[in-house]
């Protein structure tokens, strides 16, 4: 591991576990992104946004996680295209999805199957160095298909973290964890 690359990796660490949350700077979200107002009017606007500085650099950072957040909120292929970089790296990768930037387009085709009125807000965005941690909020109604269970409409309302490392602007190694637990239970695939 290089020295900038821990240096990096301390710095977040440090912000998300051992720095007073005095220490950090929360920024308004429309503030964190006013830098990239152009690039990003689209694009889901954090609920709240904490960064140690703000830097062209951790702009972009914060561009790639709201660019993939819009591609889980919208589907939209060409969202996930401009926030993944070419080699992009699925870390914690679910058994039967595809390795690459192929295994989120497969997800969420699959998961739009079953609930096509999918939603995905960032609720939290911390960012360091090259790294950014995201807290999605997903909503939608289970009113498609999973596996052999039909949705009957039901409120599907769970939560995704995410963190990124991003290097020239595109995310490129993705570690992530999905209440999946809530998620089945909303859709009645697992009884409580």
Known sequence: MSHSHLSNSLTLAGLLCAAPMAAMVAVPAVAAVADVASPA???PAPARVFSAATTPELAAVML???RYA???NSGDPAYAQQALAPGFIDRTLPEGREQGTAGPLQASRNFRAAVPDLAAEVTDMVAAGDRV??????????TGQFGQVKGQGQAIDFQAF???RVADGRIADNWHLEDNLALLRQMGVIRP
Do not use: E, K, P
């Open 133 to 142: 941690v995201v807290r999605l909020h997903f909503t939608g109604h289970f």
């Open 41 to 43: 009017a689209n694009l």
């Open 70 to 72: 819009a591609f889980w």
């Open 162 to 164: 995410d963190l990124y």
């Open 64 to 66: 790639a996680a709201r």
